[in-house]
């Protein structure tokens, strides 16, 4: 993996023999602009058959907003050799101290971003840049990652409990950007493949994050002599009986691409004390993180989606009211509502259209080509009122909509 200089470009696009180099370089300028985050590299991709190919990719970060604030993802897009023609592959890139959130529709487990655009790419008028506003907007309905943070268990605690880290869960948004480091992930996913280097993700200002998993391995062989009085785990005491663990090794899988296949848990001795208390712990935060997320997402309907339940009902003091919401009218009658309500929260999320952070869609509403958005802030949907005529592109057509308070 390295990164490609602005003088470089082009001669690296010639090298990897792309189908279309002017119109990558033009693509990749245009994403540079809205997106200064994000750089490009150069590295080798696997094939389902094993072939390599040396393609360009789009690694760094891309920013969500979240209840006013902004957040950083780290991401990684890899560009076909036939773009514009074909649609990039992209993934989210997890440090060793995230975790993928396992809830989300938007991600498969193995880090691959799932969006209507690339499923559905049309030439002459896909891009990367559509392709960076649809991952945002469904970014910030449904955050792509998690955060853990490890502490080791309290001296006045040590003698009750064993000598390992107590891993709490936090949401991805809990920090405004993600520590990162350039060798392993939490999903057994090579960072570094996925584009991310340490260049282009910023890290932390707080070291109370673990850097990897080898660094808790570490932390484990040293807590006997850091913590005095402290008991050996559990794991340690039945070995200790002569109590084994005969689980077969499991199968390394020598795939480096995560694109194409994703890469394998790597190969555990049974015997191992470390690998085992990795895996009990693993277990453990597995069933943390499900149940916070269970409850996170009944609070987040309450909150941000119990609004809209019904047309026209009443609305919880101190959150949003009516007037966080537009009416947009003209809208095209036939198209899915699936489909318009990503349209629109991508249309008016954009900069240029002198939009904000948009909670929810209701598509139909009361009309069948109208719909109300629901903005976070009162003063964002005040500042789209300000230019009441749009024109929004839907199926590659133009049409003349109009905004108007609810």
């Avoid at 990897?212 to 807590?223: E, F, G, I, P, R």
């Avoid at 340690?236 to 995560?258: K, S, V």
Wanted: net charge neutral; charged share 20%.
């Amino acid at each position: 993996m390295s990164r490609v200089t602005a003088d470089l470009k082009c001669q690296t696009l010639l090298e990897c023999n792309y189908c279309y180099p002017d119109e990558v370089l033009d693509d990749i300028k245009d994403v540079a602009t809205d997106f200064p985050h994000l750089q490009l590299y150069v590295d080798y991709y696997l094939y389902p058959n094993n072939d390599k190919k040396k393609l360009v990719y789009l690694g760094g970060t891309v920013p969500i907003t979240y209840e006013g604030a902004t957040y950083n993802i780290p991401v990684c897009i890899w560009i076909h050799e036939t773009h514009p023609k074909n649609p990039p592959r992209c993934f989210v890139c997890p440090s060793p101290s995230m975790i993928i959130n396992a809830k989300t529709s938007n991600v498969d487990a193995n880090g691959r971003v799932l969006l209507h655009c690339l499923s559905n790419w049309k030439i002459g008028w896909s891009n990367l840049s559509i392709v960076l506003e649809e991952m945002i907007a469904a970014f910030q309905r449904e955050t792509p990652l998690f955060a853990t943070h490890a502490v080791r268990t309290p001296p006045q605690q040590a003698k009750h409990l064993p000598a390992e880290l107590v891993v709490q869960p936090n949401p991805v948004l809990s920090y405004g950007s993600w520590p990162h480091t350039g060798s392993s992930s939490v999903q057994k996913m090579s960072a570094v493949q996925h584009g991310a280097s340490n260049s282009s993700v910023p890290q932390h200002a707080s070291n109370s994050l673990p850097k990897s998993t080898k660094s808790q391995m570490n932390l484990n062989q040293a807590s006997e002599t850091e913590m005095s009085g402290v008991r050996r785990s559990y794991t340690q005491e039945l070995l200790d009986f002569g109590i084994t663990f005969g689980a077969q090794a499991l199968e390394t899988n020598h795939q480096t691409n995560p694109f194409i296949s994703p890469a394998s848990a790597p190969t555990s001795s049974a015997s191992n004390v470390d690998d085992i208390d990795n895996l009990f712990k693993s277990l453990q935060l597995q069933r943390v993180v499900n149940m916070y997320q269970l409850s996170n997402r009944e609070k987040d309907v309450h909150h941000a989606g119990g609004v809209w339940q019904d047309c026209g009902g009443g609305v919880q003091s101190g959150l949003v009211d009516d007037r966080h919401k537009v009416v947009v009218s003209r809208l095209p009658v036939g198209v899915s509502p699936s489909k318009m309500k990503n349209k629109l929260t991508i249309f008016f999320q954009r900069r240029q259209n002198a939009g904000g952070e948009v909670l929810d869609v209701k598509y139909p509403a009361a009309l069948p080509d109208q719909a109300w958005v629901l903005f976070r802030r009162q003063r964002d949907a005040e500042h789209v009122l300000r230019q009441p005529d749009r024109v929004i592109t839907i199926n590659e057509q133009q049409f003349l909509i109009q905004l108007k308070k609810f």
